[in-house]
């Protein structure tokens, strides 16, 4: 059990710029989760992949944000034209049914300039 | 609507003494829920969980937790708070149709006192 790992850890990106982050899971959890915090905040629901199907996505996940998890393995979300409202740290947590608790990742900070 | 309530945004305790970091939910349903820690620029770490049974949980590091219905409450609580303690805590309530996703409260933030 490597843990779930989220890379880059750190990403600046100037405002306007495209930027894509990868989440790889613990190998057995066909549950994966994009979560988001904000400085002072406690992580906000963003989306859910069981497998590779998208189940749920928030009305925080705009249309600037599109979240893929090919063959149910690794996950990647991406945000175009990025905001400074963007700014936050971004969770990916997988589990491997609803009885569990999540493993979350060490998370990506994204700062926008 | 589902809800998480911490009310102590800060709590500062000296090393040794007692701890207990309050949660208040609100959830139409039996409650799934959880305690994590997330120490400074990290992700969060299970502490310990409650989806039914005994009403007293034990987790990792010497943390327990008591779930009251009556209170819609989940506090934590550890006897002795050792320096590495300090860290953000985070109490969550999993909605348990679907998705199971995690609705957060907002942080404690503990400070110890060496």
């Known amino acids: 059990d490597t843990g779930v790992s989220q890379n880059p850890r750190h990403k600046i990106t100037k405002r306007g710029q495209n930027v894509t982050f990868r989440c790889d899971p613990i190998?057995?959890?066909?549950?994966l989760y994009w979560y988001r915090q904000t400085l002072g905040q406690g992580p906000e629901f963003l989306t859910y992949?069981?497998?590779?199907?998208?189940?749920?996505k928030s009305r925080l996940l705009s249309d600037r944000f599109s979240a893929e998890r090919p063959k149910g393995s690794f996950s990647t979300l991406e945000i175009q034209r990025t905001e400074q409202g963007d700014s936050a740290m971004y969770l990916c947590?997988?589990?491997?049914?609803?009885?569990?608790?999540?493993?979350f990742g060490s998370g990506t900070r994204l700062t926008v300039v | 609507a589902q809800s998480v309530t911490q009310p102590d945004i800060h709590i500062t305790v000296s090393e040794g003494a007692s701890l207990e970091l309050r949660c208040n939910y609100s959830?139409?349903?039996?409650?799934?829920l959880f305690w994590y820690v997330q120490s400074p620029g990290q992700g969060l770490q299970l502490l310990l969980k409650?989806?039914?049974?005994?009403?007293l949980v034990q987790g990792i590091k010497g943390f327990e937790a008591e779930f009251k219905r009556s209170q819609s409450s989940f506090n934590l609580r550890k006897p002795s708070v050792h320096w590495s303690d300090a860290a953000e805590y985070f109490c969550?309530?999993?909605?348990?149709?679907?998705?199971?996703?995690?609705?957060f409260g907002t942080g404690t933030r503990l400070k110890v006192l060496a």
């Open positions: 947590a997988s589990s491997k049914d609803s009885s569990y608790g999540y493993t």
């Open positions: 190998s057995e959890h066909n549950r």
């Open positions: 992949f069981q497998n590779e199907a998208q189940l749920e």
């Open positions: 959830y139409g349903a039996t409650p799934y």
């Open positions: 409650y989806f039914s049974g005994d009403t």
């Open positions: 969550a309530v999993a909605v348990t149709s679907g998705t199971y996703k995690y609705i």
